[in-house]
């Protein structure tokens, strides 16, 4: 059974970091690409960022580029999101994703950017 | 980016009524590769969002046969043959052909 369990999530001030976990099973974790997608409370769905299978491209949308990083350790089953520079609008939900198929998500992590 | 334009944002349905969902992209997502990168998720209250069709038309694993999916080009749809109670929630459709990747604004599915 595949399985996506997001953590690290919590309240932060803006300006700070926070660095989120998603620890994978059930699949062969370096065969495919994954991704972070968020929801602020009440709204949509905003895709975050992405990784392929190697880890050796990423990308974003204007949105967090420059300021969200993410990476992989494929021998740990392991994606990961560091998020510098946090704003309130960063404030949402976080889930994992495994890309490009999106068939599985995690049950989120809140991430709450306030003073 | 492209954008993807949901429509309508709250349908309302009684159980068994067939309904549909429209998604209008602004650009085309048919893929270099041949692929046409369009989703539909189904998010229920206080849970994660659900696939329930991928590359326009393929119905995901475990996702019951009265969802169907159809459109090309830039006109998407997703039709529920037969509403049920558990279909009730906001559904989306999504597109990976084009970075960065978008979402629609979401239908809300109701009980008439």
């Known amino acids: 059974e595949v399985q996506l369990v997001e953590t690290g999530g919590g309240l932060v001030q803006p300006g700070r970091s926070l660095k989120l976990s998603c620890v994978a099973s059930g699949f062969t974790f370096n065969n495919y690409w994954m991704s972070w997608t968020r929801q602020a409370p009440g709204k949509g769905l905003e895709w975050v960022a992405s990784?392929?299978?190697?880890?050796?491209?990423?990308y974003y949308p204007d949105s967090v580029k420059g300021r969200f990083t993410i990476s992989r350790d494929n021998a740990q089953n392991t994606l990961y999101l560091q998020m510098n520079s946090l704003r309130s609008e960063d404030t949402a939900t976080y889930y994992c994703t495994r890309a490009r198929g999106f068939a599985y998500w995690g049950q989120g992590t809140l991430v709450t950017v306030s003073s | 980016d492209v954008v993807l334009t949901q429509t309508p944002s709250i349908l309302s349905a009684t159980i068994g009524q067939s309904v549909s969902i429209s998604c209008r992209s602004s650009?085309?997502?048919?893929?270099?590769?041949?692929?046409?990168?369009l989703y539909w998720f189904l998010q229920r209250p206080g849970q994660s969002p659900q696939r329930l069709i991928y590359?326009?038309?393929n119905l995901g694993s475990g996702v019951p046969n009265r969802f169907s999916g159809s459109g090309s080009g830039t006109d998407f749809t997703l039709k529920i043959s037969g509403v049920e109670a558990e279909d009730l929630g906001v559904y989306y459709c999504?597109?990976?052909?084009?970075?960065?990747?978008?979402f629609g604004g979401g239908t809300k599915l109701e009980l008439k």
């Open positions: 990784i392929t299978n190697s880890g050796g491209s990423t």
């Open positions: 650009q085309s997502l048919l893929d270099s590769d041949g692929n046409t990168y």
């Open positions: 590359l326009v038309s």
């Open positions: 999504m597109q990976a052909t084009h970075a960065p990747w978008t």
